[in-house]
């Protein structure tokens, strides 16, 4: 399976960006998909994910209530929308897929957010 990231830039604190991750090739294989970041200097960090089949999510303390995480499976696409965003979001953010076999990464896509 293979991930391409989108949808990341520079935003002001308090602003708004929404991340897409489509999936392409052998797509039947994905369980769930997410999202993870790393800030420099830090470890990858899980920010949210969503059960392929079910829809059901899971995120971070640090992002709930601010970050919705979606999938339109028709498309093989997942979503990160990323509201009131805080200089402590920047970071690299990485698509995930958990697959029946394994796991699959994007290559990355920068969130800057500036004060």
């Known amino acids: 399976v293979q991930l391409v990231e989108s949808g990341g830039g520079l935003v002001q604190a308090g602003g708004s960006l929404r991340l897409s991750c489509a999936a392409s090739?052998?797509?039947?294989?994905?369980?769930?998909m997410g999202w993870y970041r790393q800030a420099p200097g830090k470890q990858r960090e899980l920010v949210a994910d969503?059960?392929?089949?079910?829809?059901?999510?899971n995120y971070a303390d640090s992002v709930k209530g601010r970050f919705t995480i979606s999938r339109d499976n028709a498309k093989n696409t997942m979503y990160l929308q990323m509201n009131s965003l805080k200089l402590e979001d920047t970071a690299v953010y990485y698509c995930?897929?958990?697959?029946?076999?394994?796991?699959?990464w994007g290559q990355g896509t920068q969130v800057t957010v500036s004060s």
């Open positions: 090739g052998s797509t039947f294989s994905i369980r769930s």
């Open positions: 995930n897929a958990d697959l029946i076999w394994g796991n699959s």
């Open positions: 969503i059960a392929r089949l079910t829809g059901i999510t």
